[in-house]
């Protein structure tokens, strides 16, 4: 039975829940579903880097991964949800020591402007290659038009186009000087040139002799330094390549509309009849808000006492269960306010 760098997320994952989500939160957490429960989930349960890891997760993988985990009795049932045992936590523990998470990957950070990045990087050294051989005949390794479109007009803006593909060579060749040649080797290996054809996650877990999840999670590390790179001013080329995008914290488009309400100074009750929705749904957008905006105060929906007051019994209790902590709670609080002040006790801990 072969135990692959994706089993171990998945254990992971059931681990830092804690009993308190059903296996089906990890299917939603690894797709990257845009729903307030998986993103609050992400925060609160400290898996936000897991987030949107592997959007063609599907549900027979889901299975398959936990029936093979349960077989080597590293997780067990335990009612609607799972735990890891003591023998699968010292698993987990021998295995990231071995293969640490790659250091820059982060789903919720990056990985939907990495998809991005990859599809205009890619298609980029494919064209300059062949314009320096001097070759026009070839077949785009990225099909989607609007990529082609995006490409065809920064080359308009680059005239010099042996320039553009010194000056990208150089800076590449500097990003990747920066990590590990396992890492430096998947990224360029993937690349289609004039002289080769890029190769898959699988050839090259072969030719590597290495965990074909683990050769994927590395090769979307390397794009998600590229985006930390840029961010902080290192990388001009690739800040010019994901300028236009978007770099939005994970918000629901519906929250974004309960946000605009709540700063004109609606009540919770008059913002789900503006809206017509459930007044849970509004609270959901909430503790949303509370996750994602630094800015958003929750002082009107549970003062800094009444916090102190559930912090200090979520710590006691070592949980984020809700029934419990309502019930060693000395005064009444609602399940609301009590997700609320965890929002914040995730903040405090970084």
Same mark, same amino acid.
């Given at each position: ?81 799972? %735990? #890891?045992?003591?023998?699968? @936590?010292?698993? &987990?523990?021998? +295995?990231?020591? /071995? =293969? ?5 990957? !982060? ?38 038009? %609007? #990529?082609?479109?995006?490409? @065809?007009?920064? &080359?308009?803006? +680059?005239?010099? /186009? =042996? ?5 990208? !060579? ?181």
């Amino acid at each position: 039975m072969t135990i692959h760098y994706l089993d171990v997320m998945l254990m992971d994952s059931v681990h830092k829940l804690n009993g308190e989500r059903s296996i089906s939160a990890v299917y939603h957490l690894f797709k990257g579903k845009k729903s307030s429960q998986t993103i609050q989930d992400a925060s609160l349960f400290d898996l936000s880097s897991y987030f949107g890891c592997y959007p063609g997760f599907t549900r027979d993988q889901l299975t398959r991964s936990v029936k093979k985990l349960e077989d080597a009795q590293w997780i067990k049932k335990t009612s609607d949800s799972y %735990s #890891v045992t003591n023998a699968g @936590k010292q698993r &987990l523990m021998e +295995h990231f020591s /071995k =293969k640490p998470m790659p250091a820059y990957f !982060h789903g919720a950070h990056y990985q939907d402007k990495a998809k991005m990045l990859w599809m205009r990087l890619s298609l980029l050294v494919q064209v300059l290659s062949h314009h320096i051989a001097g070759s026009s005949q070839y077949v785009p390794i990225q099909r989607d038009i %609007s #990529v082609q479109s995006w490409t @065809k007009s920064f &080359l308009k803006q +680059h005239h010099h /186009k =042996k320039k553009l593909s010194e000056d990208l !060579h150089q800076e590449l060749e500097r990003l990747l000087t920066c990590l590990s040649d396992q890492e430096a080797l998947i990224f360029v290996y993937s690349l289609t040139s004039y002289e080769r054809i890029g190769r898959t996650y699988k050839q090259l877990a072969e030719w590597m002799k290495e965990d074909v999840w683990y050769v994927y999670l590395i090769f979307w590390n390397v794009l998600h330094y590229f985006i930390h790179s840029a961010q902080k001013g290192e990388a001009p080329i690739m800040k010019l390549m994901i300028d236009d995008l978007e770099f939005k914290r994970v918000l629901t488009t519906s929250t974004h509309k309960t946000l605009e309400l709540v700063q004109k100074g609606f009540s919770i009750e008059q913002i789900a009849h503006i809206r017509s929705l459930k007044k849970a749904t509004i609270e959901d957008h909430i503790v949303e808000l509370s996750l994602h905006e630094p800015s958003f105060s929750i002082e009107p929906y549970v003062n800094i006492d009444e916090q102190q007051a559930i912090h200090d019994v979520a710590k006691q209790l070592q949980t984020n269960k809700m029934k419990l902590i309502k019930e060693k709670l000395e005064q009444p609080f609602t399940y609301f306010q009590i997700r609320l002040a965890l929002t914040r006790m995730v903040k405090a801990n970084g």
